[in-house]
């Protein structure tokens, strides 16, 4: 195979063939979700470590999913229960983990830099499934399946991401994407939120702090989760938030007539998008959730599988099915 990844640790190292690749190999797991028996043997044996030491639900069970309509199972250690809360540092955690001799680990963690820090000291390959304010690339990956299949093609989109910039690695995570495809990306969000340095991410890259102004020929908007712990007085209240930053029918009508909308979830109704943009026709949420499954399916098969062809697997699986 010509594009063998060993890991998957941020998208900002990969180059357009790659992302394409992976685009392209997650296909026939998309068409895979609709089949009445979600159950393939492709990973039989295989154990996938889902290593979240930060809080997640989605995005953890998203890979539980994947791993296990592979065939795969899964072993699985929490934020709470971990030995982390009893001082244990990461890498022992992680070495505990990887002598349990799993295939993969997935990790999740607060720190920009862990996935990368654990890929240099064990055996098996690493995903990283979302690090500090760095990166969080299967995400990445979805948004982009969801933006191509919508759009038709990748390049060239005019895309307006929304919010807490300066902390989403999920802003992060498309901006290095989309730009490899000559996205103009268009960011917005209150003043604290979008420091000049997020112009040095990628080329073709402008900062709109009006809302009204950042959406005018926007074809995908993005709005991102707001952390409710960061909106206070005296920086900005949630009312001010509400105000100026969310996407309600009447802003999206300043985008592209077509625009699609994207949310990586969870998403707060009322506050970063009002419930008729998240209900709407434009609304591509559960889309995204869908195509989570099928590029975490294909990275899986990627990393832990090895040469088959995928798309003999979901033909095999068609086959038994009916
Ligand atoms: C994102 C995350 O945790 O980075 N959510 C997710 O993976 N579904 C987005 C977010 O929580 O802001």
Avoid at 20 to 34: C, I, N, V
Avoid at 62 to 85: C, H, I, N, P, V
Avoid at 233 to 259: C, G, N, V
């Amino acid at each position: 195979m010509s594009h063998r990844f060993h890991h998957l640790l941020a998208i900002e190292p990969l180059n357009r063939e790659q992302i394409t690749f992976l685009l392209d190999q997650a296909k026939p797991f998309q068409e895979f979700q609709r089949y009445p028996l979600k159950k393939l043997a492709t990973l039989r044996g295989k154990t996938i470590a889902l290593a979240f030491f930060e809080n997640s639900t989605r995005t953890r069970i998203s890979f539980a999913t994947a791993a296990s309509r592979l065939g795969a199972d899964t072993m699985s250690l929490q934020a709470e229960s971990s030995s982390l809360k009893k001082g244990e540092s990461l890498i022992d955690t992680v070495r505990t983990l990887e002598a349990m001799k799993p295939d993969a680990i997935v990790i999740r963690h607060s720190s920009s830099g862990a996935a990368e820090f654990i890929s240099r000291r064990v055996d098996v390959p690493v995903i990283n499934a979302g690090d500090g304010t760095h990166e969080h690339p299967t995400q990445g990956l979805l948004d982009a399946l969801t933006i191509r299949d919508r759009r038709g093609k990748l390049d060239g989109c005019k895309i307006t991401i929304i919010g807490d910039i300066l902390h989403s690695r999920v802003a992060r995570s498309n901006i290095h994407l989309l730009s490899k495809f000559g996205a103009q990306i268009t960011l917005c969000g209150p003043a604290m939120w979008l420091p000049r340095e997020l112009e040095c991410l990628a080329p073709n890259i402008r900062r709109v702090p009006r809302l009204e102004e950042a959406l005018d020929g926007a074809e995908v908007v993005m709005a991102l989760r707001i952390q409710q712990e960061r909106l206070h007085e005296p920086s900005l209240a949630a009312d001010e938030y509400i105000l100026r930053y969310q996407l309600t029918p009447a802003r999206l009508r300043l985008a592209h007539p077509d625009a699609i909308v994207l949310h990586p979830g969870p998403m707060i109704r009322g506050l970063e998008i009002d419930p008729a943009v998240a209900d709407s026709l434009q609304s591509c949420v559960l889309e995204q959730v869908t195509n989570g499954l099928a590029v975490r399916m294909a990275l899986l098969f990627e990393l832990v599988a090895g040469s088959t062809d995928p798309q003999d697997h979901a033909k095999d699986s068609a086959h038994a099915s009916h």
